[in-house]
């Protein structure tokens, strides 16, 4: 069973940055394509990003892209995800999710908690008009 944790979230103004981090454990972190999604008040989940096992190909949800960076280190058994430029419709929690030899184009696809093996509990990102 695989436990995530997620991390960094908190207030920060418009045009701000902010850096998540997931921690990983209780399974084999290099076997799981990583993605993280959010879900805004009233809103569904959706998809923010999604990185390969190997680290070597992504996937970003046009909203984000070219804001947003998403990285692992499998040494760390960690994500993360850099965001760059908030802007006040990104407020959400931030869910770090993980994807049994998936890869990114398909975990971009994933509509439903089902979609994916393994969830975070979500850490909560405010960023301030």
């Known amino acids: 069973q695989v436990q995530l944790v997620e991390s960094g979230g908190g207030l920060v103004q418009t045009g701000g940055s902010l850096r998540l981090s997931c921690a990983a454990s209780g399974g084999a972190f290099s076997n799981y394509c990583m993605g993280w999604f959010r879900q805004a008040p009233g809103k569904e989940r959706e998809f923010v990003a999604a990185i390969h096992w190997d680290g070597g190909s992504t996937y970003y949800a046009a909203s984000v892209r070219g804001r947003v960076t998403i990285s692992r280190d499998n040494a760390e058994n960690a994500v993360y995800l850099r965001m760059n430029s908030l802007k006040p419709e990104d407020t959400a929690v931030y869910y770090c999710?993980?994807?049994?030899?998936?890869?990114?184009?398909?975990?971009?696809?994933?509509?439903?908690?089902?979609?994916?093996?393994?969830w975070g509990k979500g850490t909560l990102v405010t960023v301030s008009s």
């Open positions: 999710a993980a994807k049994t030899f998936g890869s990114p184009e398909v975990v971009a696809g994933v509509k439903t908690q089902e979609g994916m093996d393994y």
